[in-house]
Nanobody
Framework: EVQYVESGGGMVRPGGSLRLSCATS????????MSWVRQAPGKGPEWVSG????????YYRESVEGRFTVSRDNARNSLYLQMNSLKPEDTALYYC???????????????????WGPGTQVTVSS
């Protein structure tokens, strides 16, 4: 059974940093590209970042490029997201997911066709 447990969220002031983690189980982590997805209150989910199985090829949405860094540890079956220079607009529930495009563009909700973990809440506020 596929499982994700996201952690590391919290409340920080603008300009602060957080490091998110996603512990996975139930599948061969090293065989899958992975992504981070976020959903802000009252908004649809949006893809944030992705990383290929090799851990070298990484991808970011424009609004987080240069501030966020995605990484993975295949030996630990874990995915990470280092978030620096946080802004209020980064406030959201953050999820990890398999694949580089786990949600369709313009999605209004997380697809029910795939498993989602509980997410970890990130709140950026002064």
């Amino acid at each position: 059974e596929v499982q994700y447990v996201e952690s590391g969220g919290g409340m920080v002031r603008p300009g602060g940093s957080l490091r998110l983690s996603c512990a996975t189980s139930g599948f061969t982590f090293s065989n899958y590209d992975m992504s981070w997805v976020r959903q802000a209150p009252g908004k649809g989910p949006e893809w944030v970042s992705g990383i290929k199985v090799d851990g070298v090829s990484t991808y970011y949405r424009e609004s987080v490029e240069g501030r966020f860094t995605v990484s993975r540890d295949n030996a630990r079956n874990s995915l990470y997201l280092q978030m620096n220079s946080l802004k209020p607009e980064d406030t959201a529930l953050y999820y990890c997911a398999r694949d580089l495009r786990p949600i369709p563009v313009g999605a209004t909700e997380l697809p029910t066709s795939r498993y989602w973990g509980p997410g970890t809440q990130v709140t950026v506020s002064s």
